[in-house]
């Protein structure tokens, strides 16, 4: 492992206008949070900031799989806005600061990449990801159970759980055998149904379950795949909206049948999203 002072990479171009740019806008977010400040920011603390950050990162993930790389720009400077604003607003209270949070993913980058830092060799992918967890593990005392965050969404945190259960072979041996078990727990919402809405909320929660388990089984991201078709539902809901207001109508204003014909027309005119992931 390299010493701290040693920590010199070939230069990167760019690299020295990007140092500069940073230290600038460290620089802004300072007097943003200083009395000739801005009175939003000075009033802002990290509790508050929290869901600009959730918000911030789904905005990024938007962009990328829109492939709208323009738009990636300013979305990766928002995210990156909250980063120096929680490592601001820490530095003031004598926390930490911004300092301290590039010197730790660093050291955290060359202690996990032994192969590039260090005298490790590896041939695969796998064999890194092995390599990781036992870093974890070992020398950084992460401990081996199901380490889910509190405030991870639902299926982000269904999908974790499955994978560290399949780790030790608690798992379904293909996904047809797990599309039958989604077959049992329809019937059994069927049958919850009306009972209670504690039960019927549990047997959803397994629906959602299996099916995030179907999907990782298939190799597919379940958050990815329900945003595809979350996206391609508004874009011909919206072709819906639009033709009703361009036959003289609205379309809250039309028969459940009217809408039907509309939605199959959608169908037809507004094609699936089918942009390969890059």
């Known amino acids: 492992m390299r010493n701290p002072e ?19 806008l460290v ?7 200083s009395p000739q400040g801005c009175p939003w920011d000075r009033e802002q603390s990290p509790e508050t900031l929290c869901r600009h950050i959730i918000e911030e990162a789904y905005e990024t993930v938007e962009a990328i799989e829109n492939g709208d790389w323009k738009h990636l720009a300013e979305e990766l400077g928002d995210l990156l806005l909250q980063i120096l604003f929680q490592a601001q607003i820490a530095a003031e209270f004598n926390r930490f600061n911004i300092s301290d949070v590039i010197m730790e993913i660093t050291d955290k980058l060359e202690r996990r990449h032994p192969h590039v830092f260090g005298s490790e060799k590896v041939e695969t992918s796998e064999q890194v990801a092995v390599n990781w967890e036992r870093i974890k593990r070992e020398k950084e005392g992460k401990t081996e159970g199901c380490r889910i965050v509190a405030g991870a969404p639902g299926l982000e945190a269904a999908l974790e759980i499955q994978k560290h259960a399949a780790k030790v072979g608690f798992d379904w041996s293909n996904a047809r055998d797990v599309l039958d ?21 549990r047997e959803i929660g397994d629906i959602l379950f299996t099916t995030v388990n179907i999907a990782r089984h298939l190799g597919v991201d379940p958050s990815r795949a329900l945003r595809r078709t979350n996206r391609e539902f508004l874009t011909r809901y919206s072709y819906m909206e639009n033709e009703a207001v361009r036959k003289g109508t609205s379309i809250n204003k039309m028969t459940l049948t009217e809408m039907d014909e509309l939605w199959e027309e959608a169908k037809l005119r507004v094609p699936e999203s089918n942009r390969e992931e890059r």
């Open 27 to 33: 620089g802004v977010m300072s007097l943003l949070r």
């Open 6 to 24: 040693d920590r010199r990479m070939e230069e990167t171009p760019g690299a020295a206008e990007a140092g500069a740019l940073f230290d600038e």
């Open 181 to 201: 078990k989604l077959a049992e727990e329809t019937g059994e919402l069927r049958e919850a149904m009306g009972r209670s809405q504690e039960a019927e909320e």
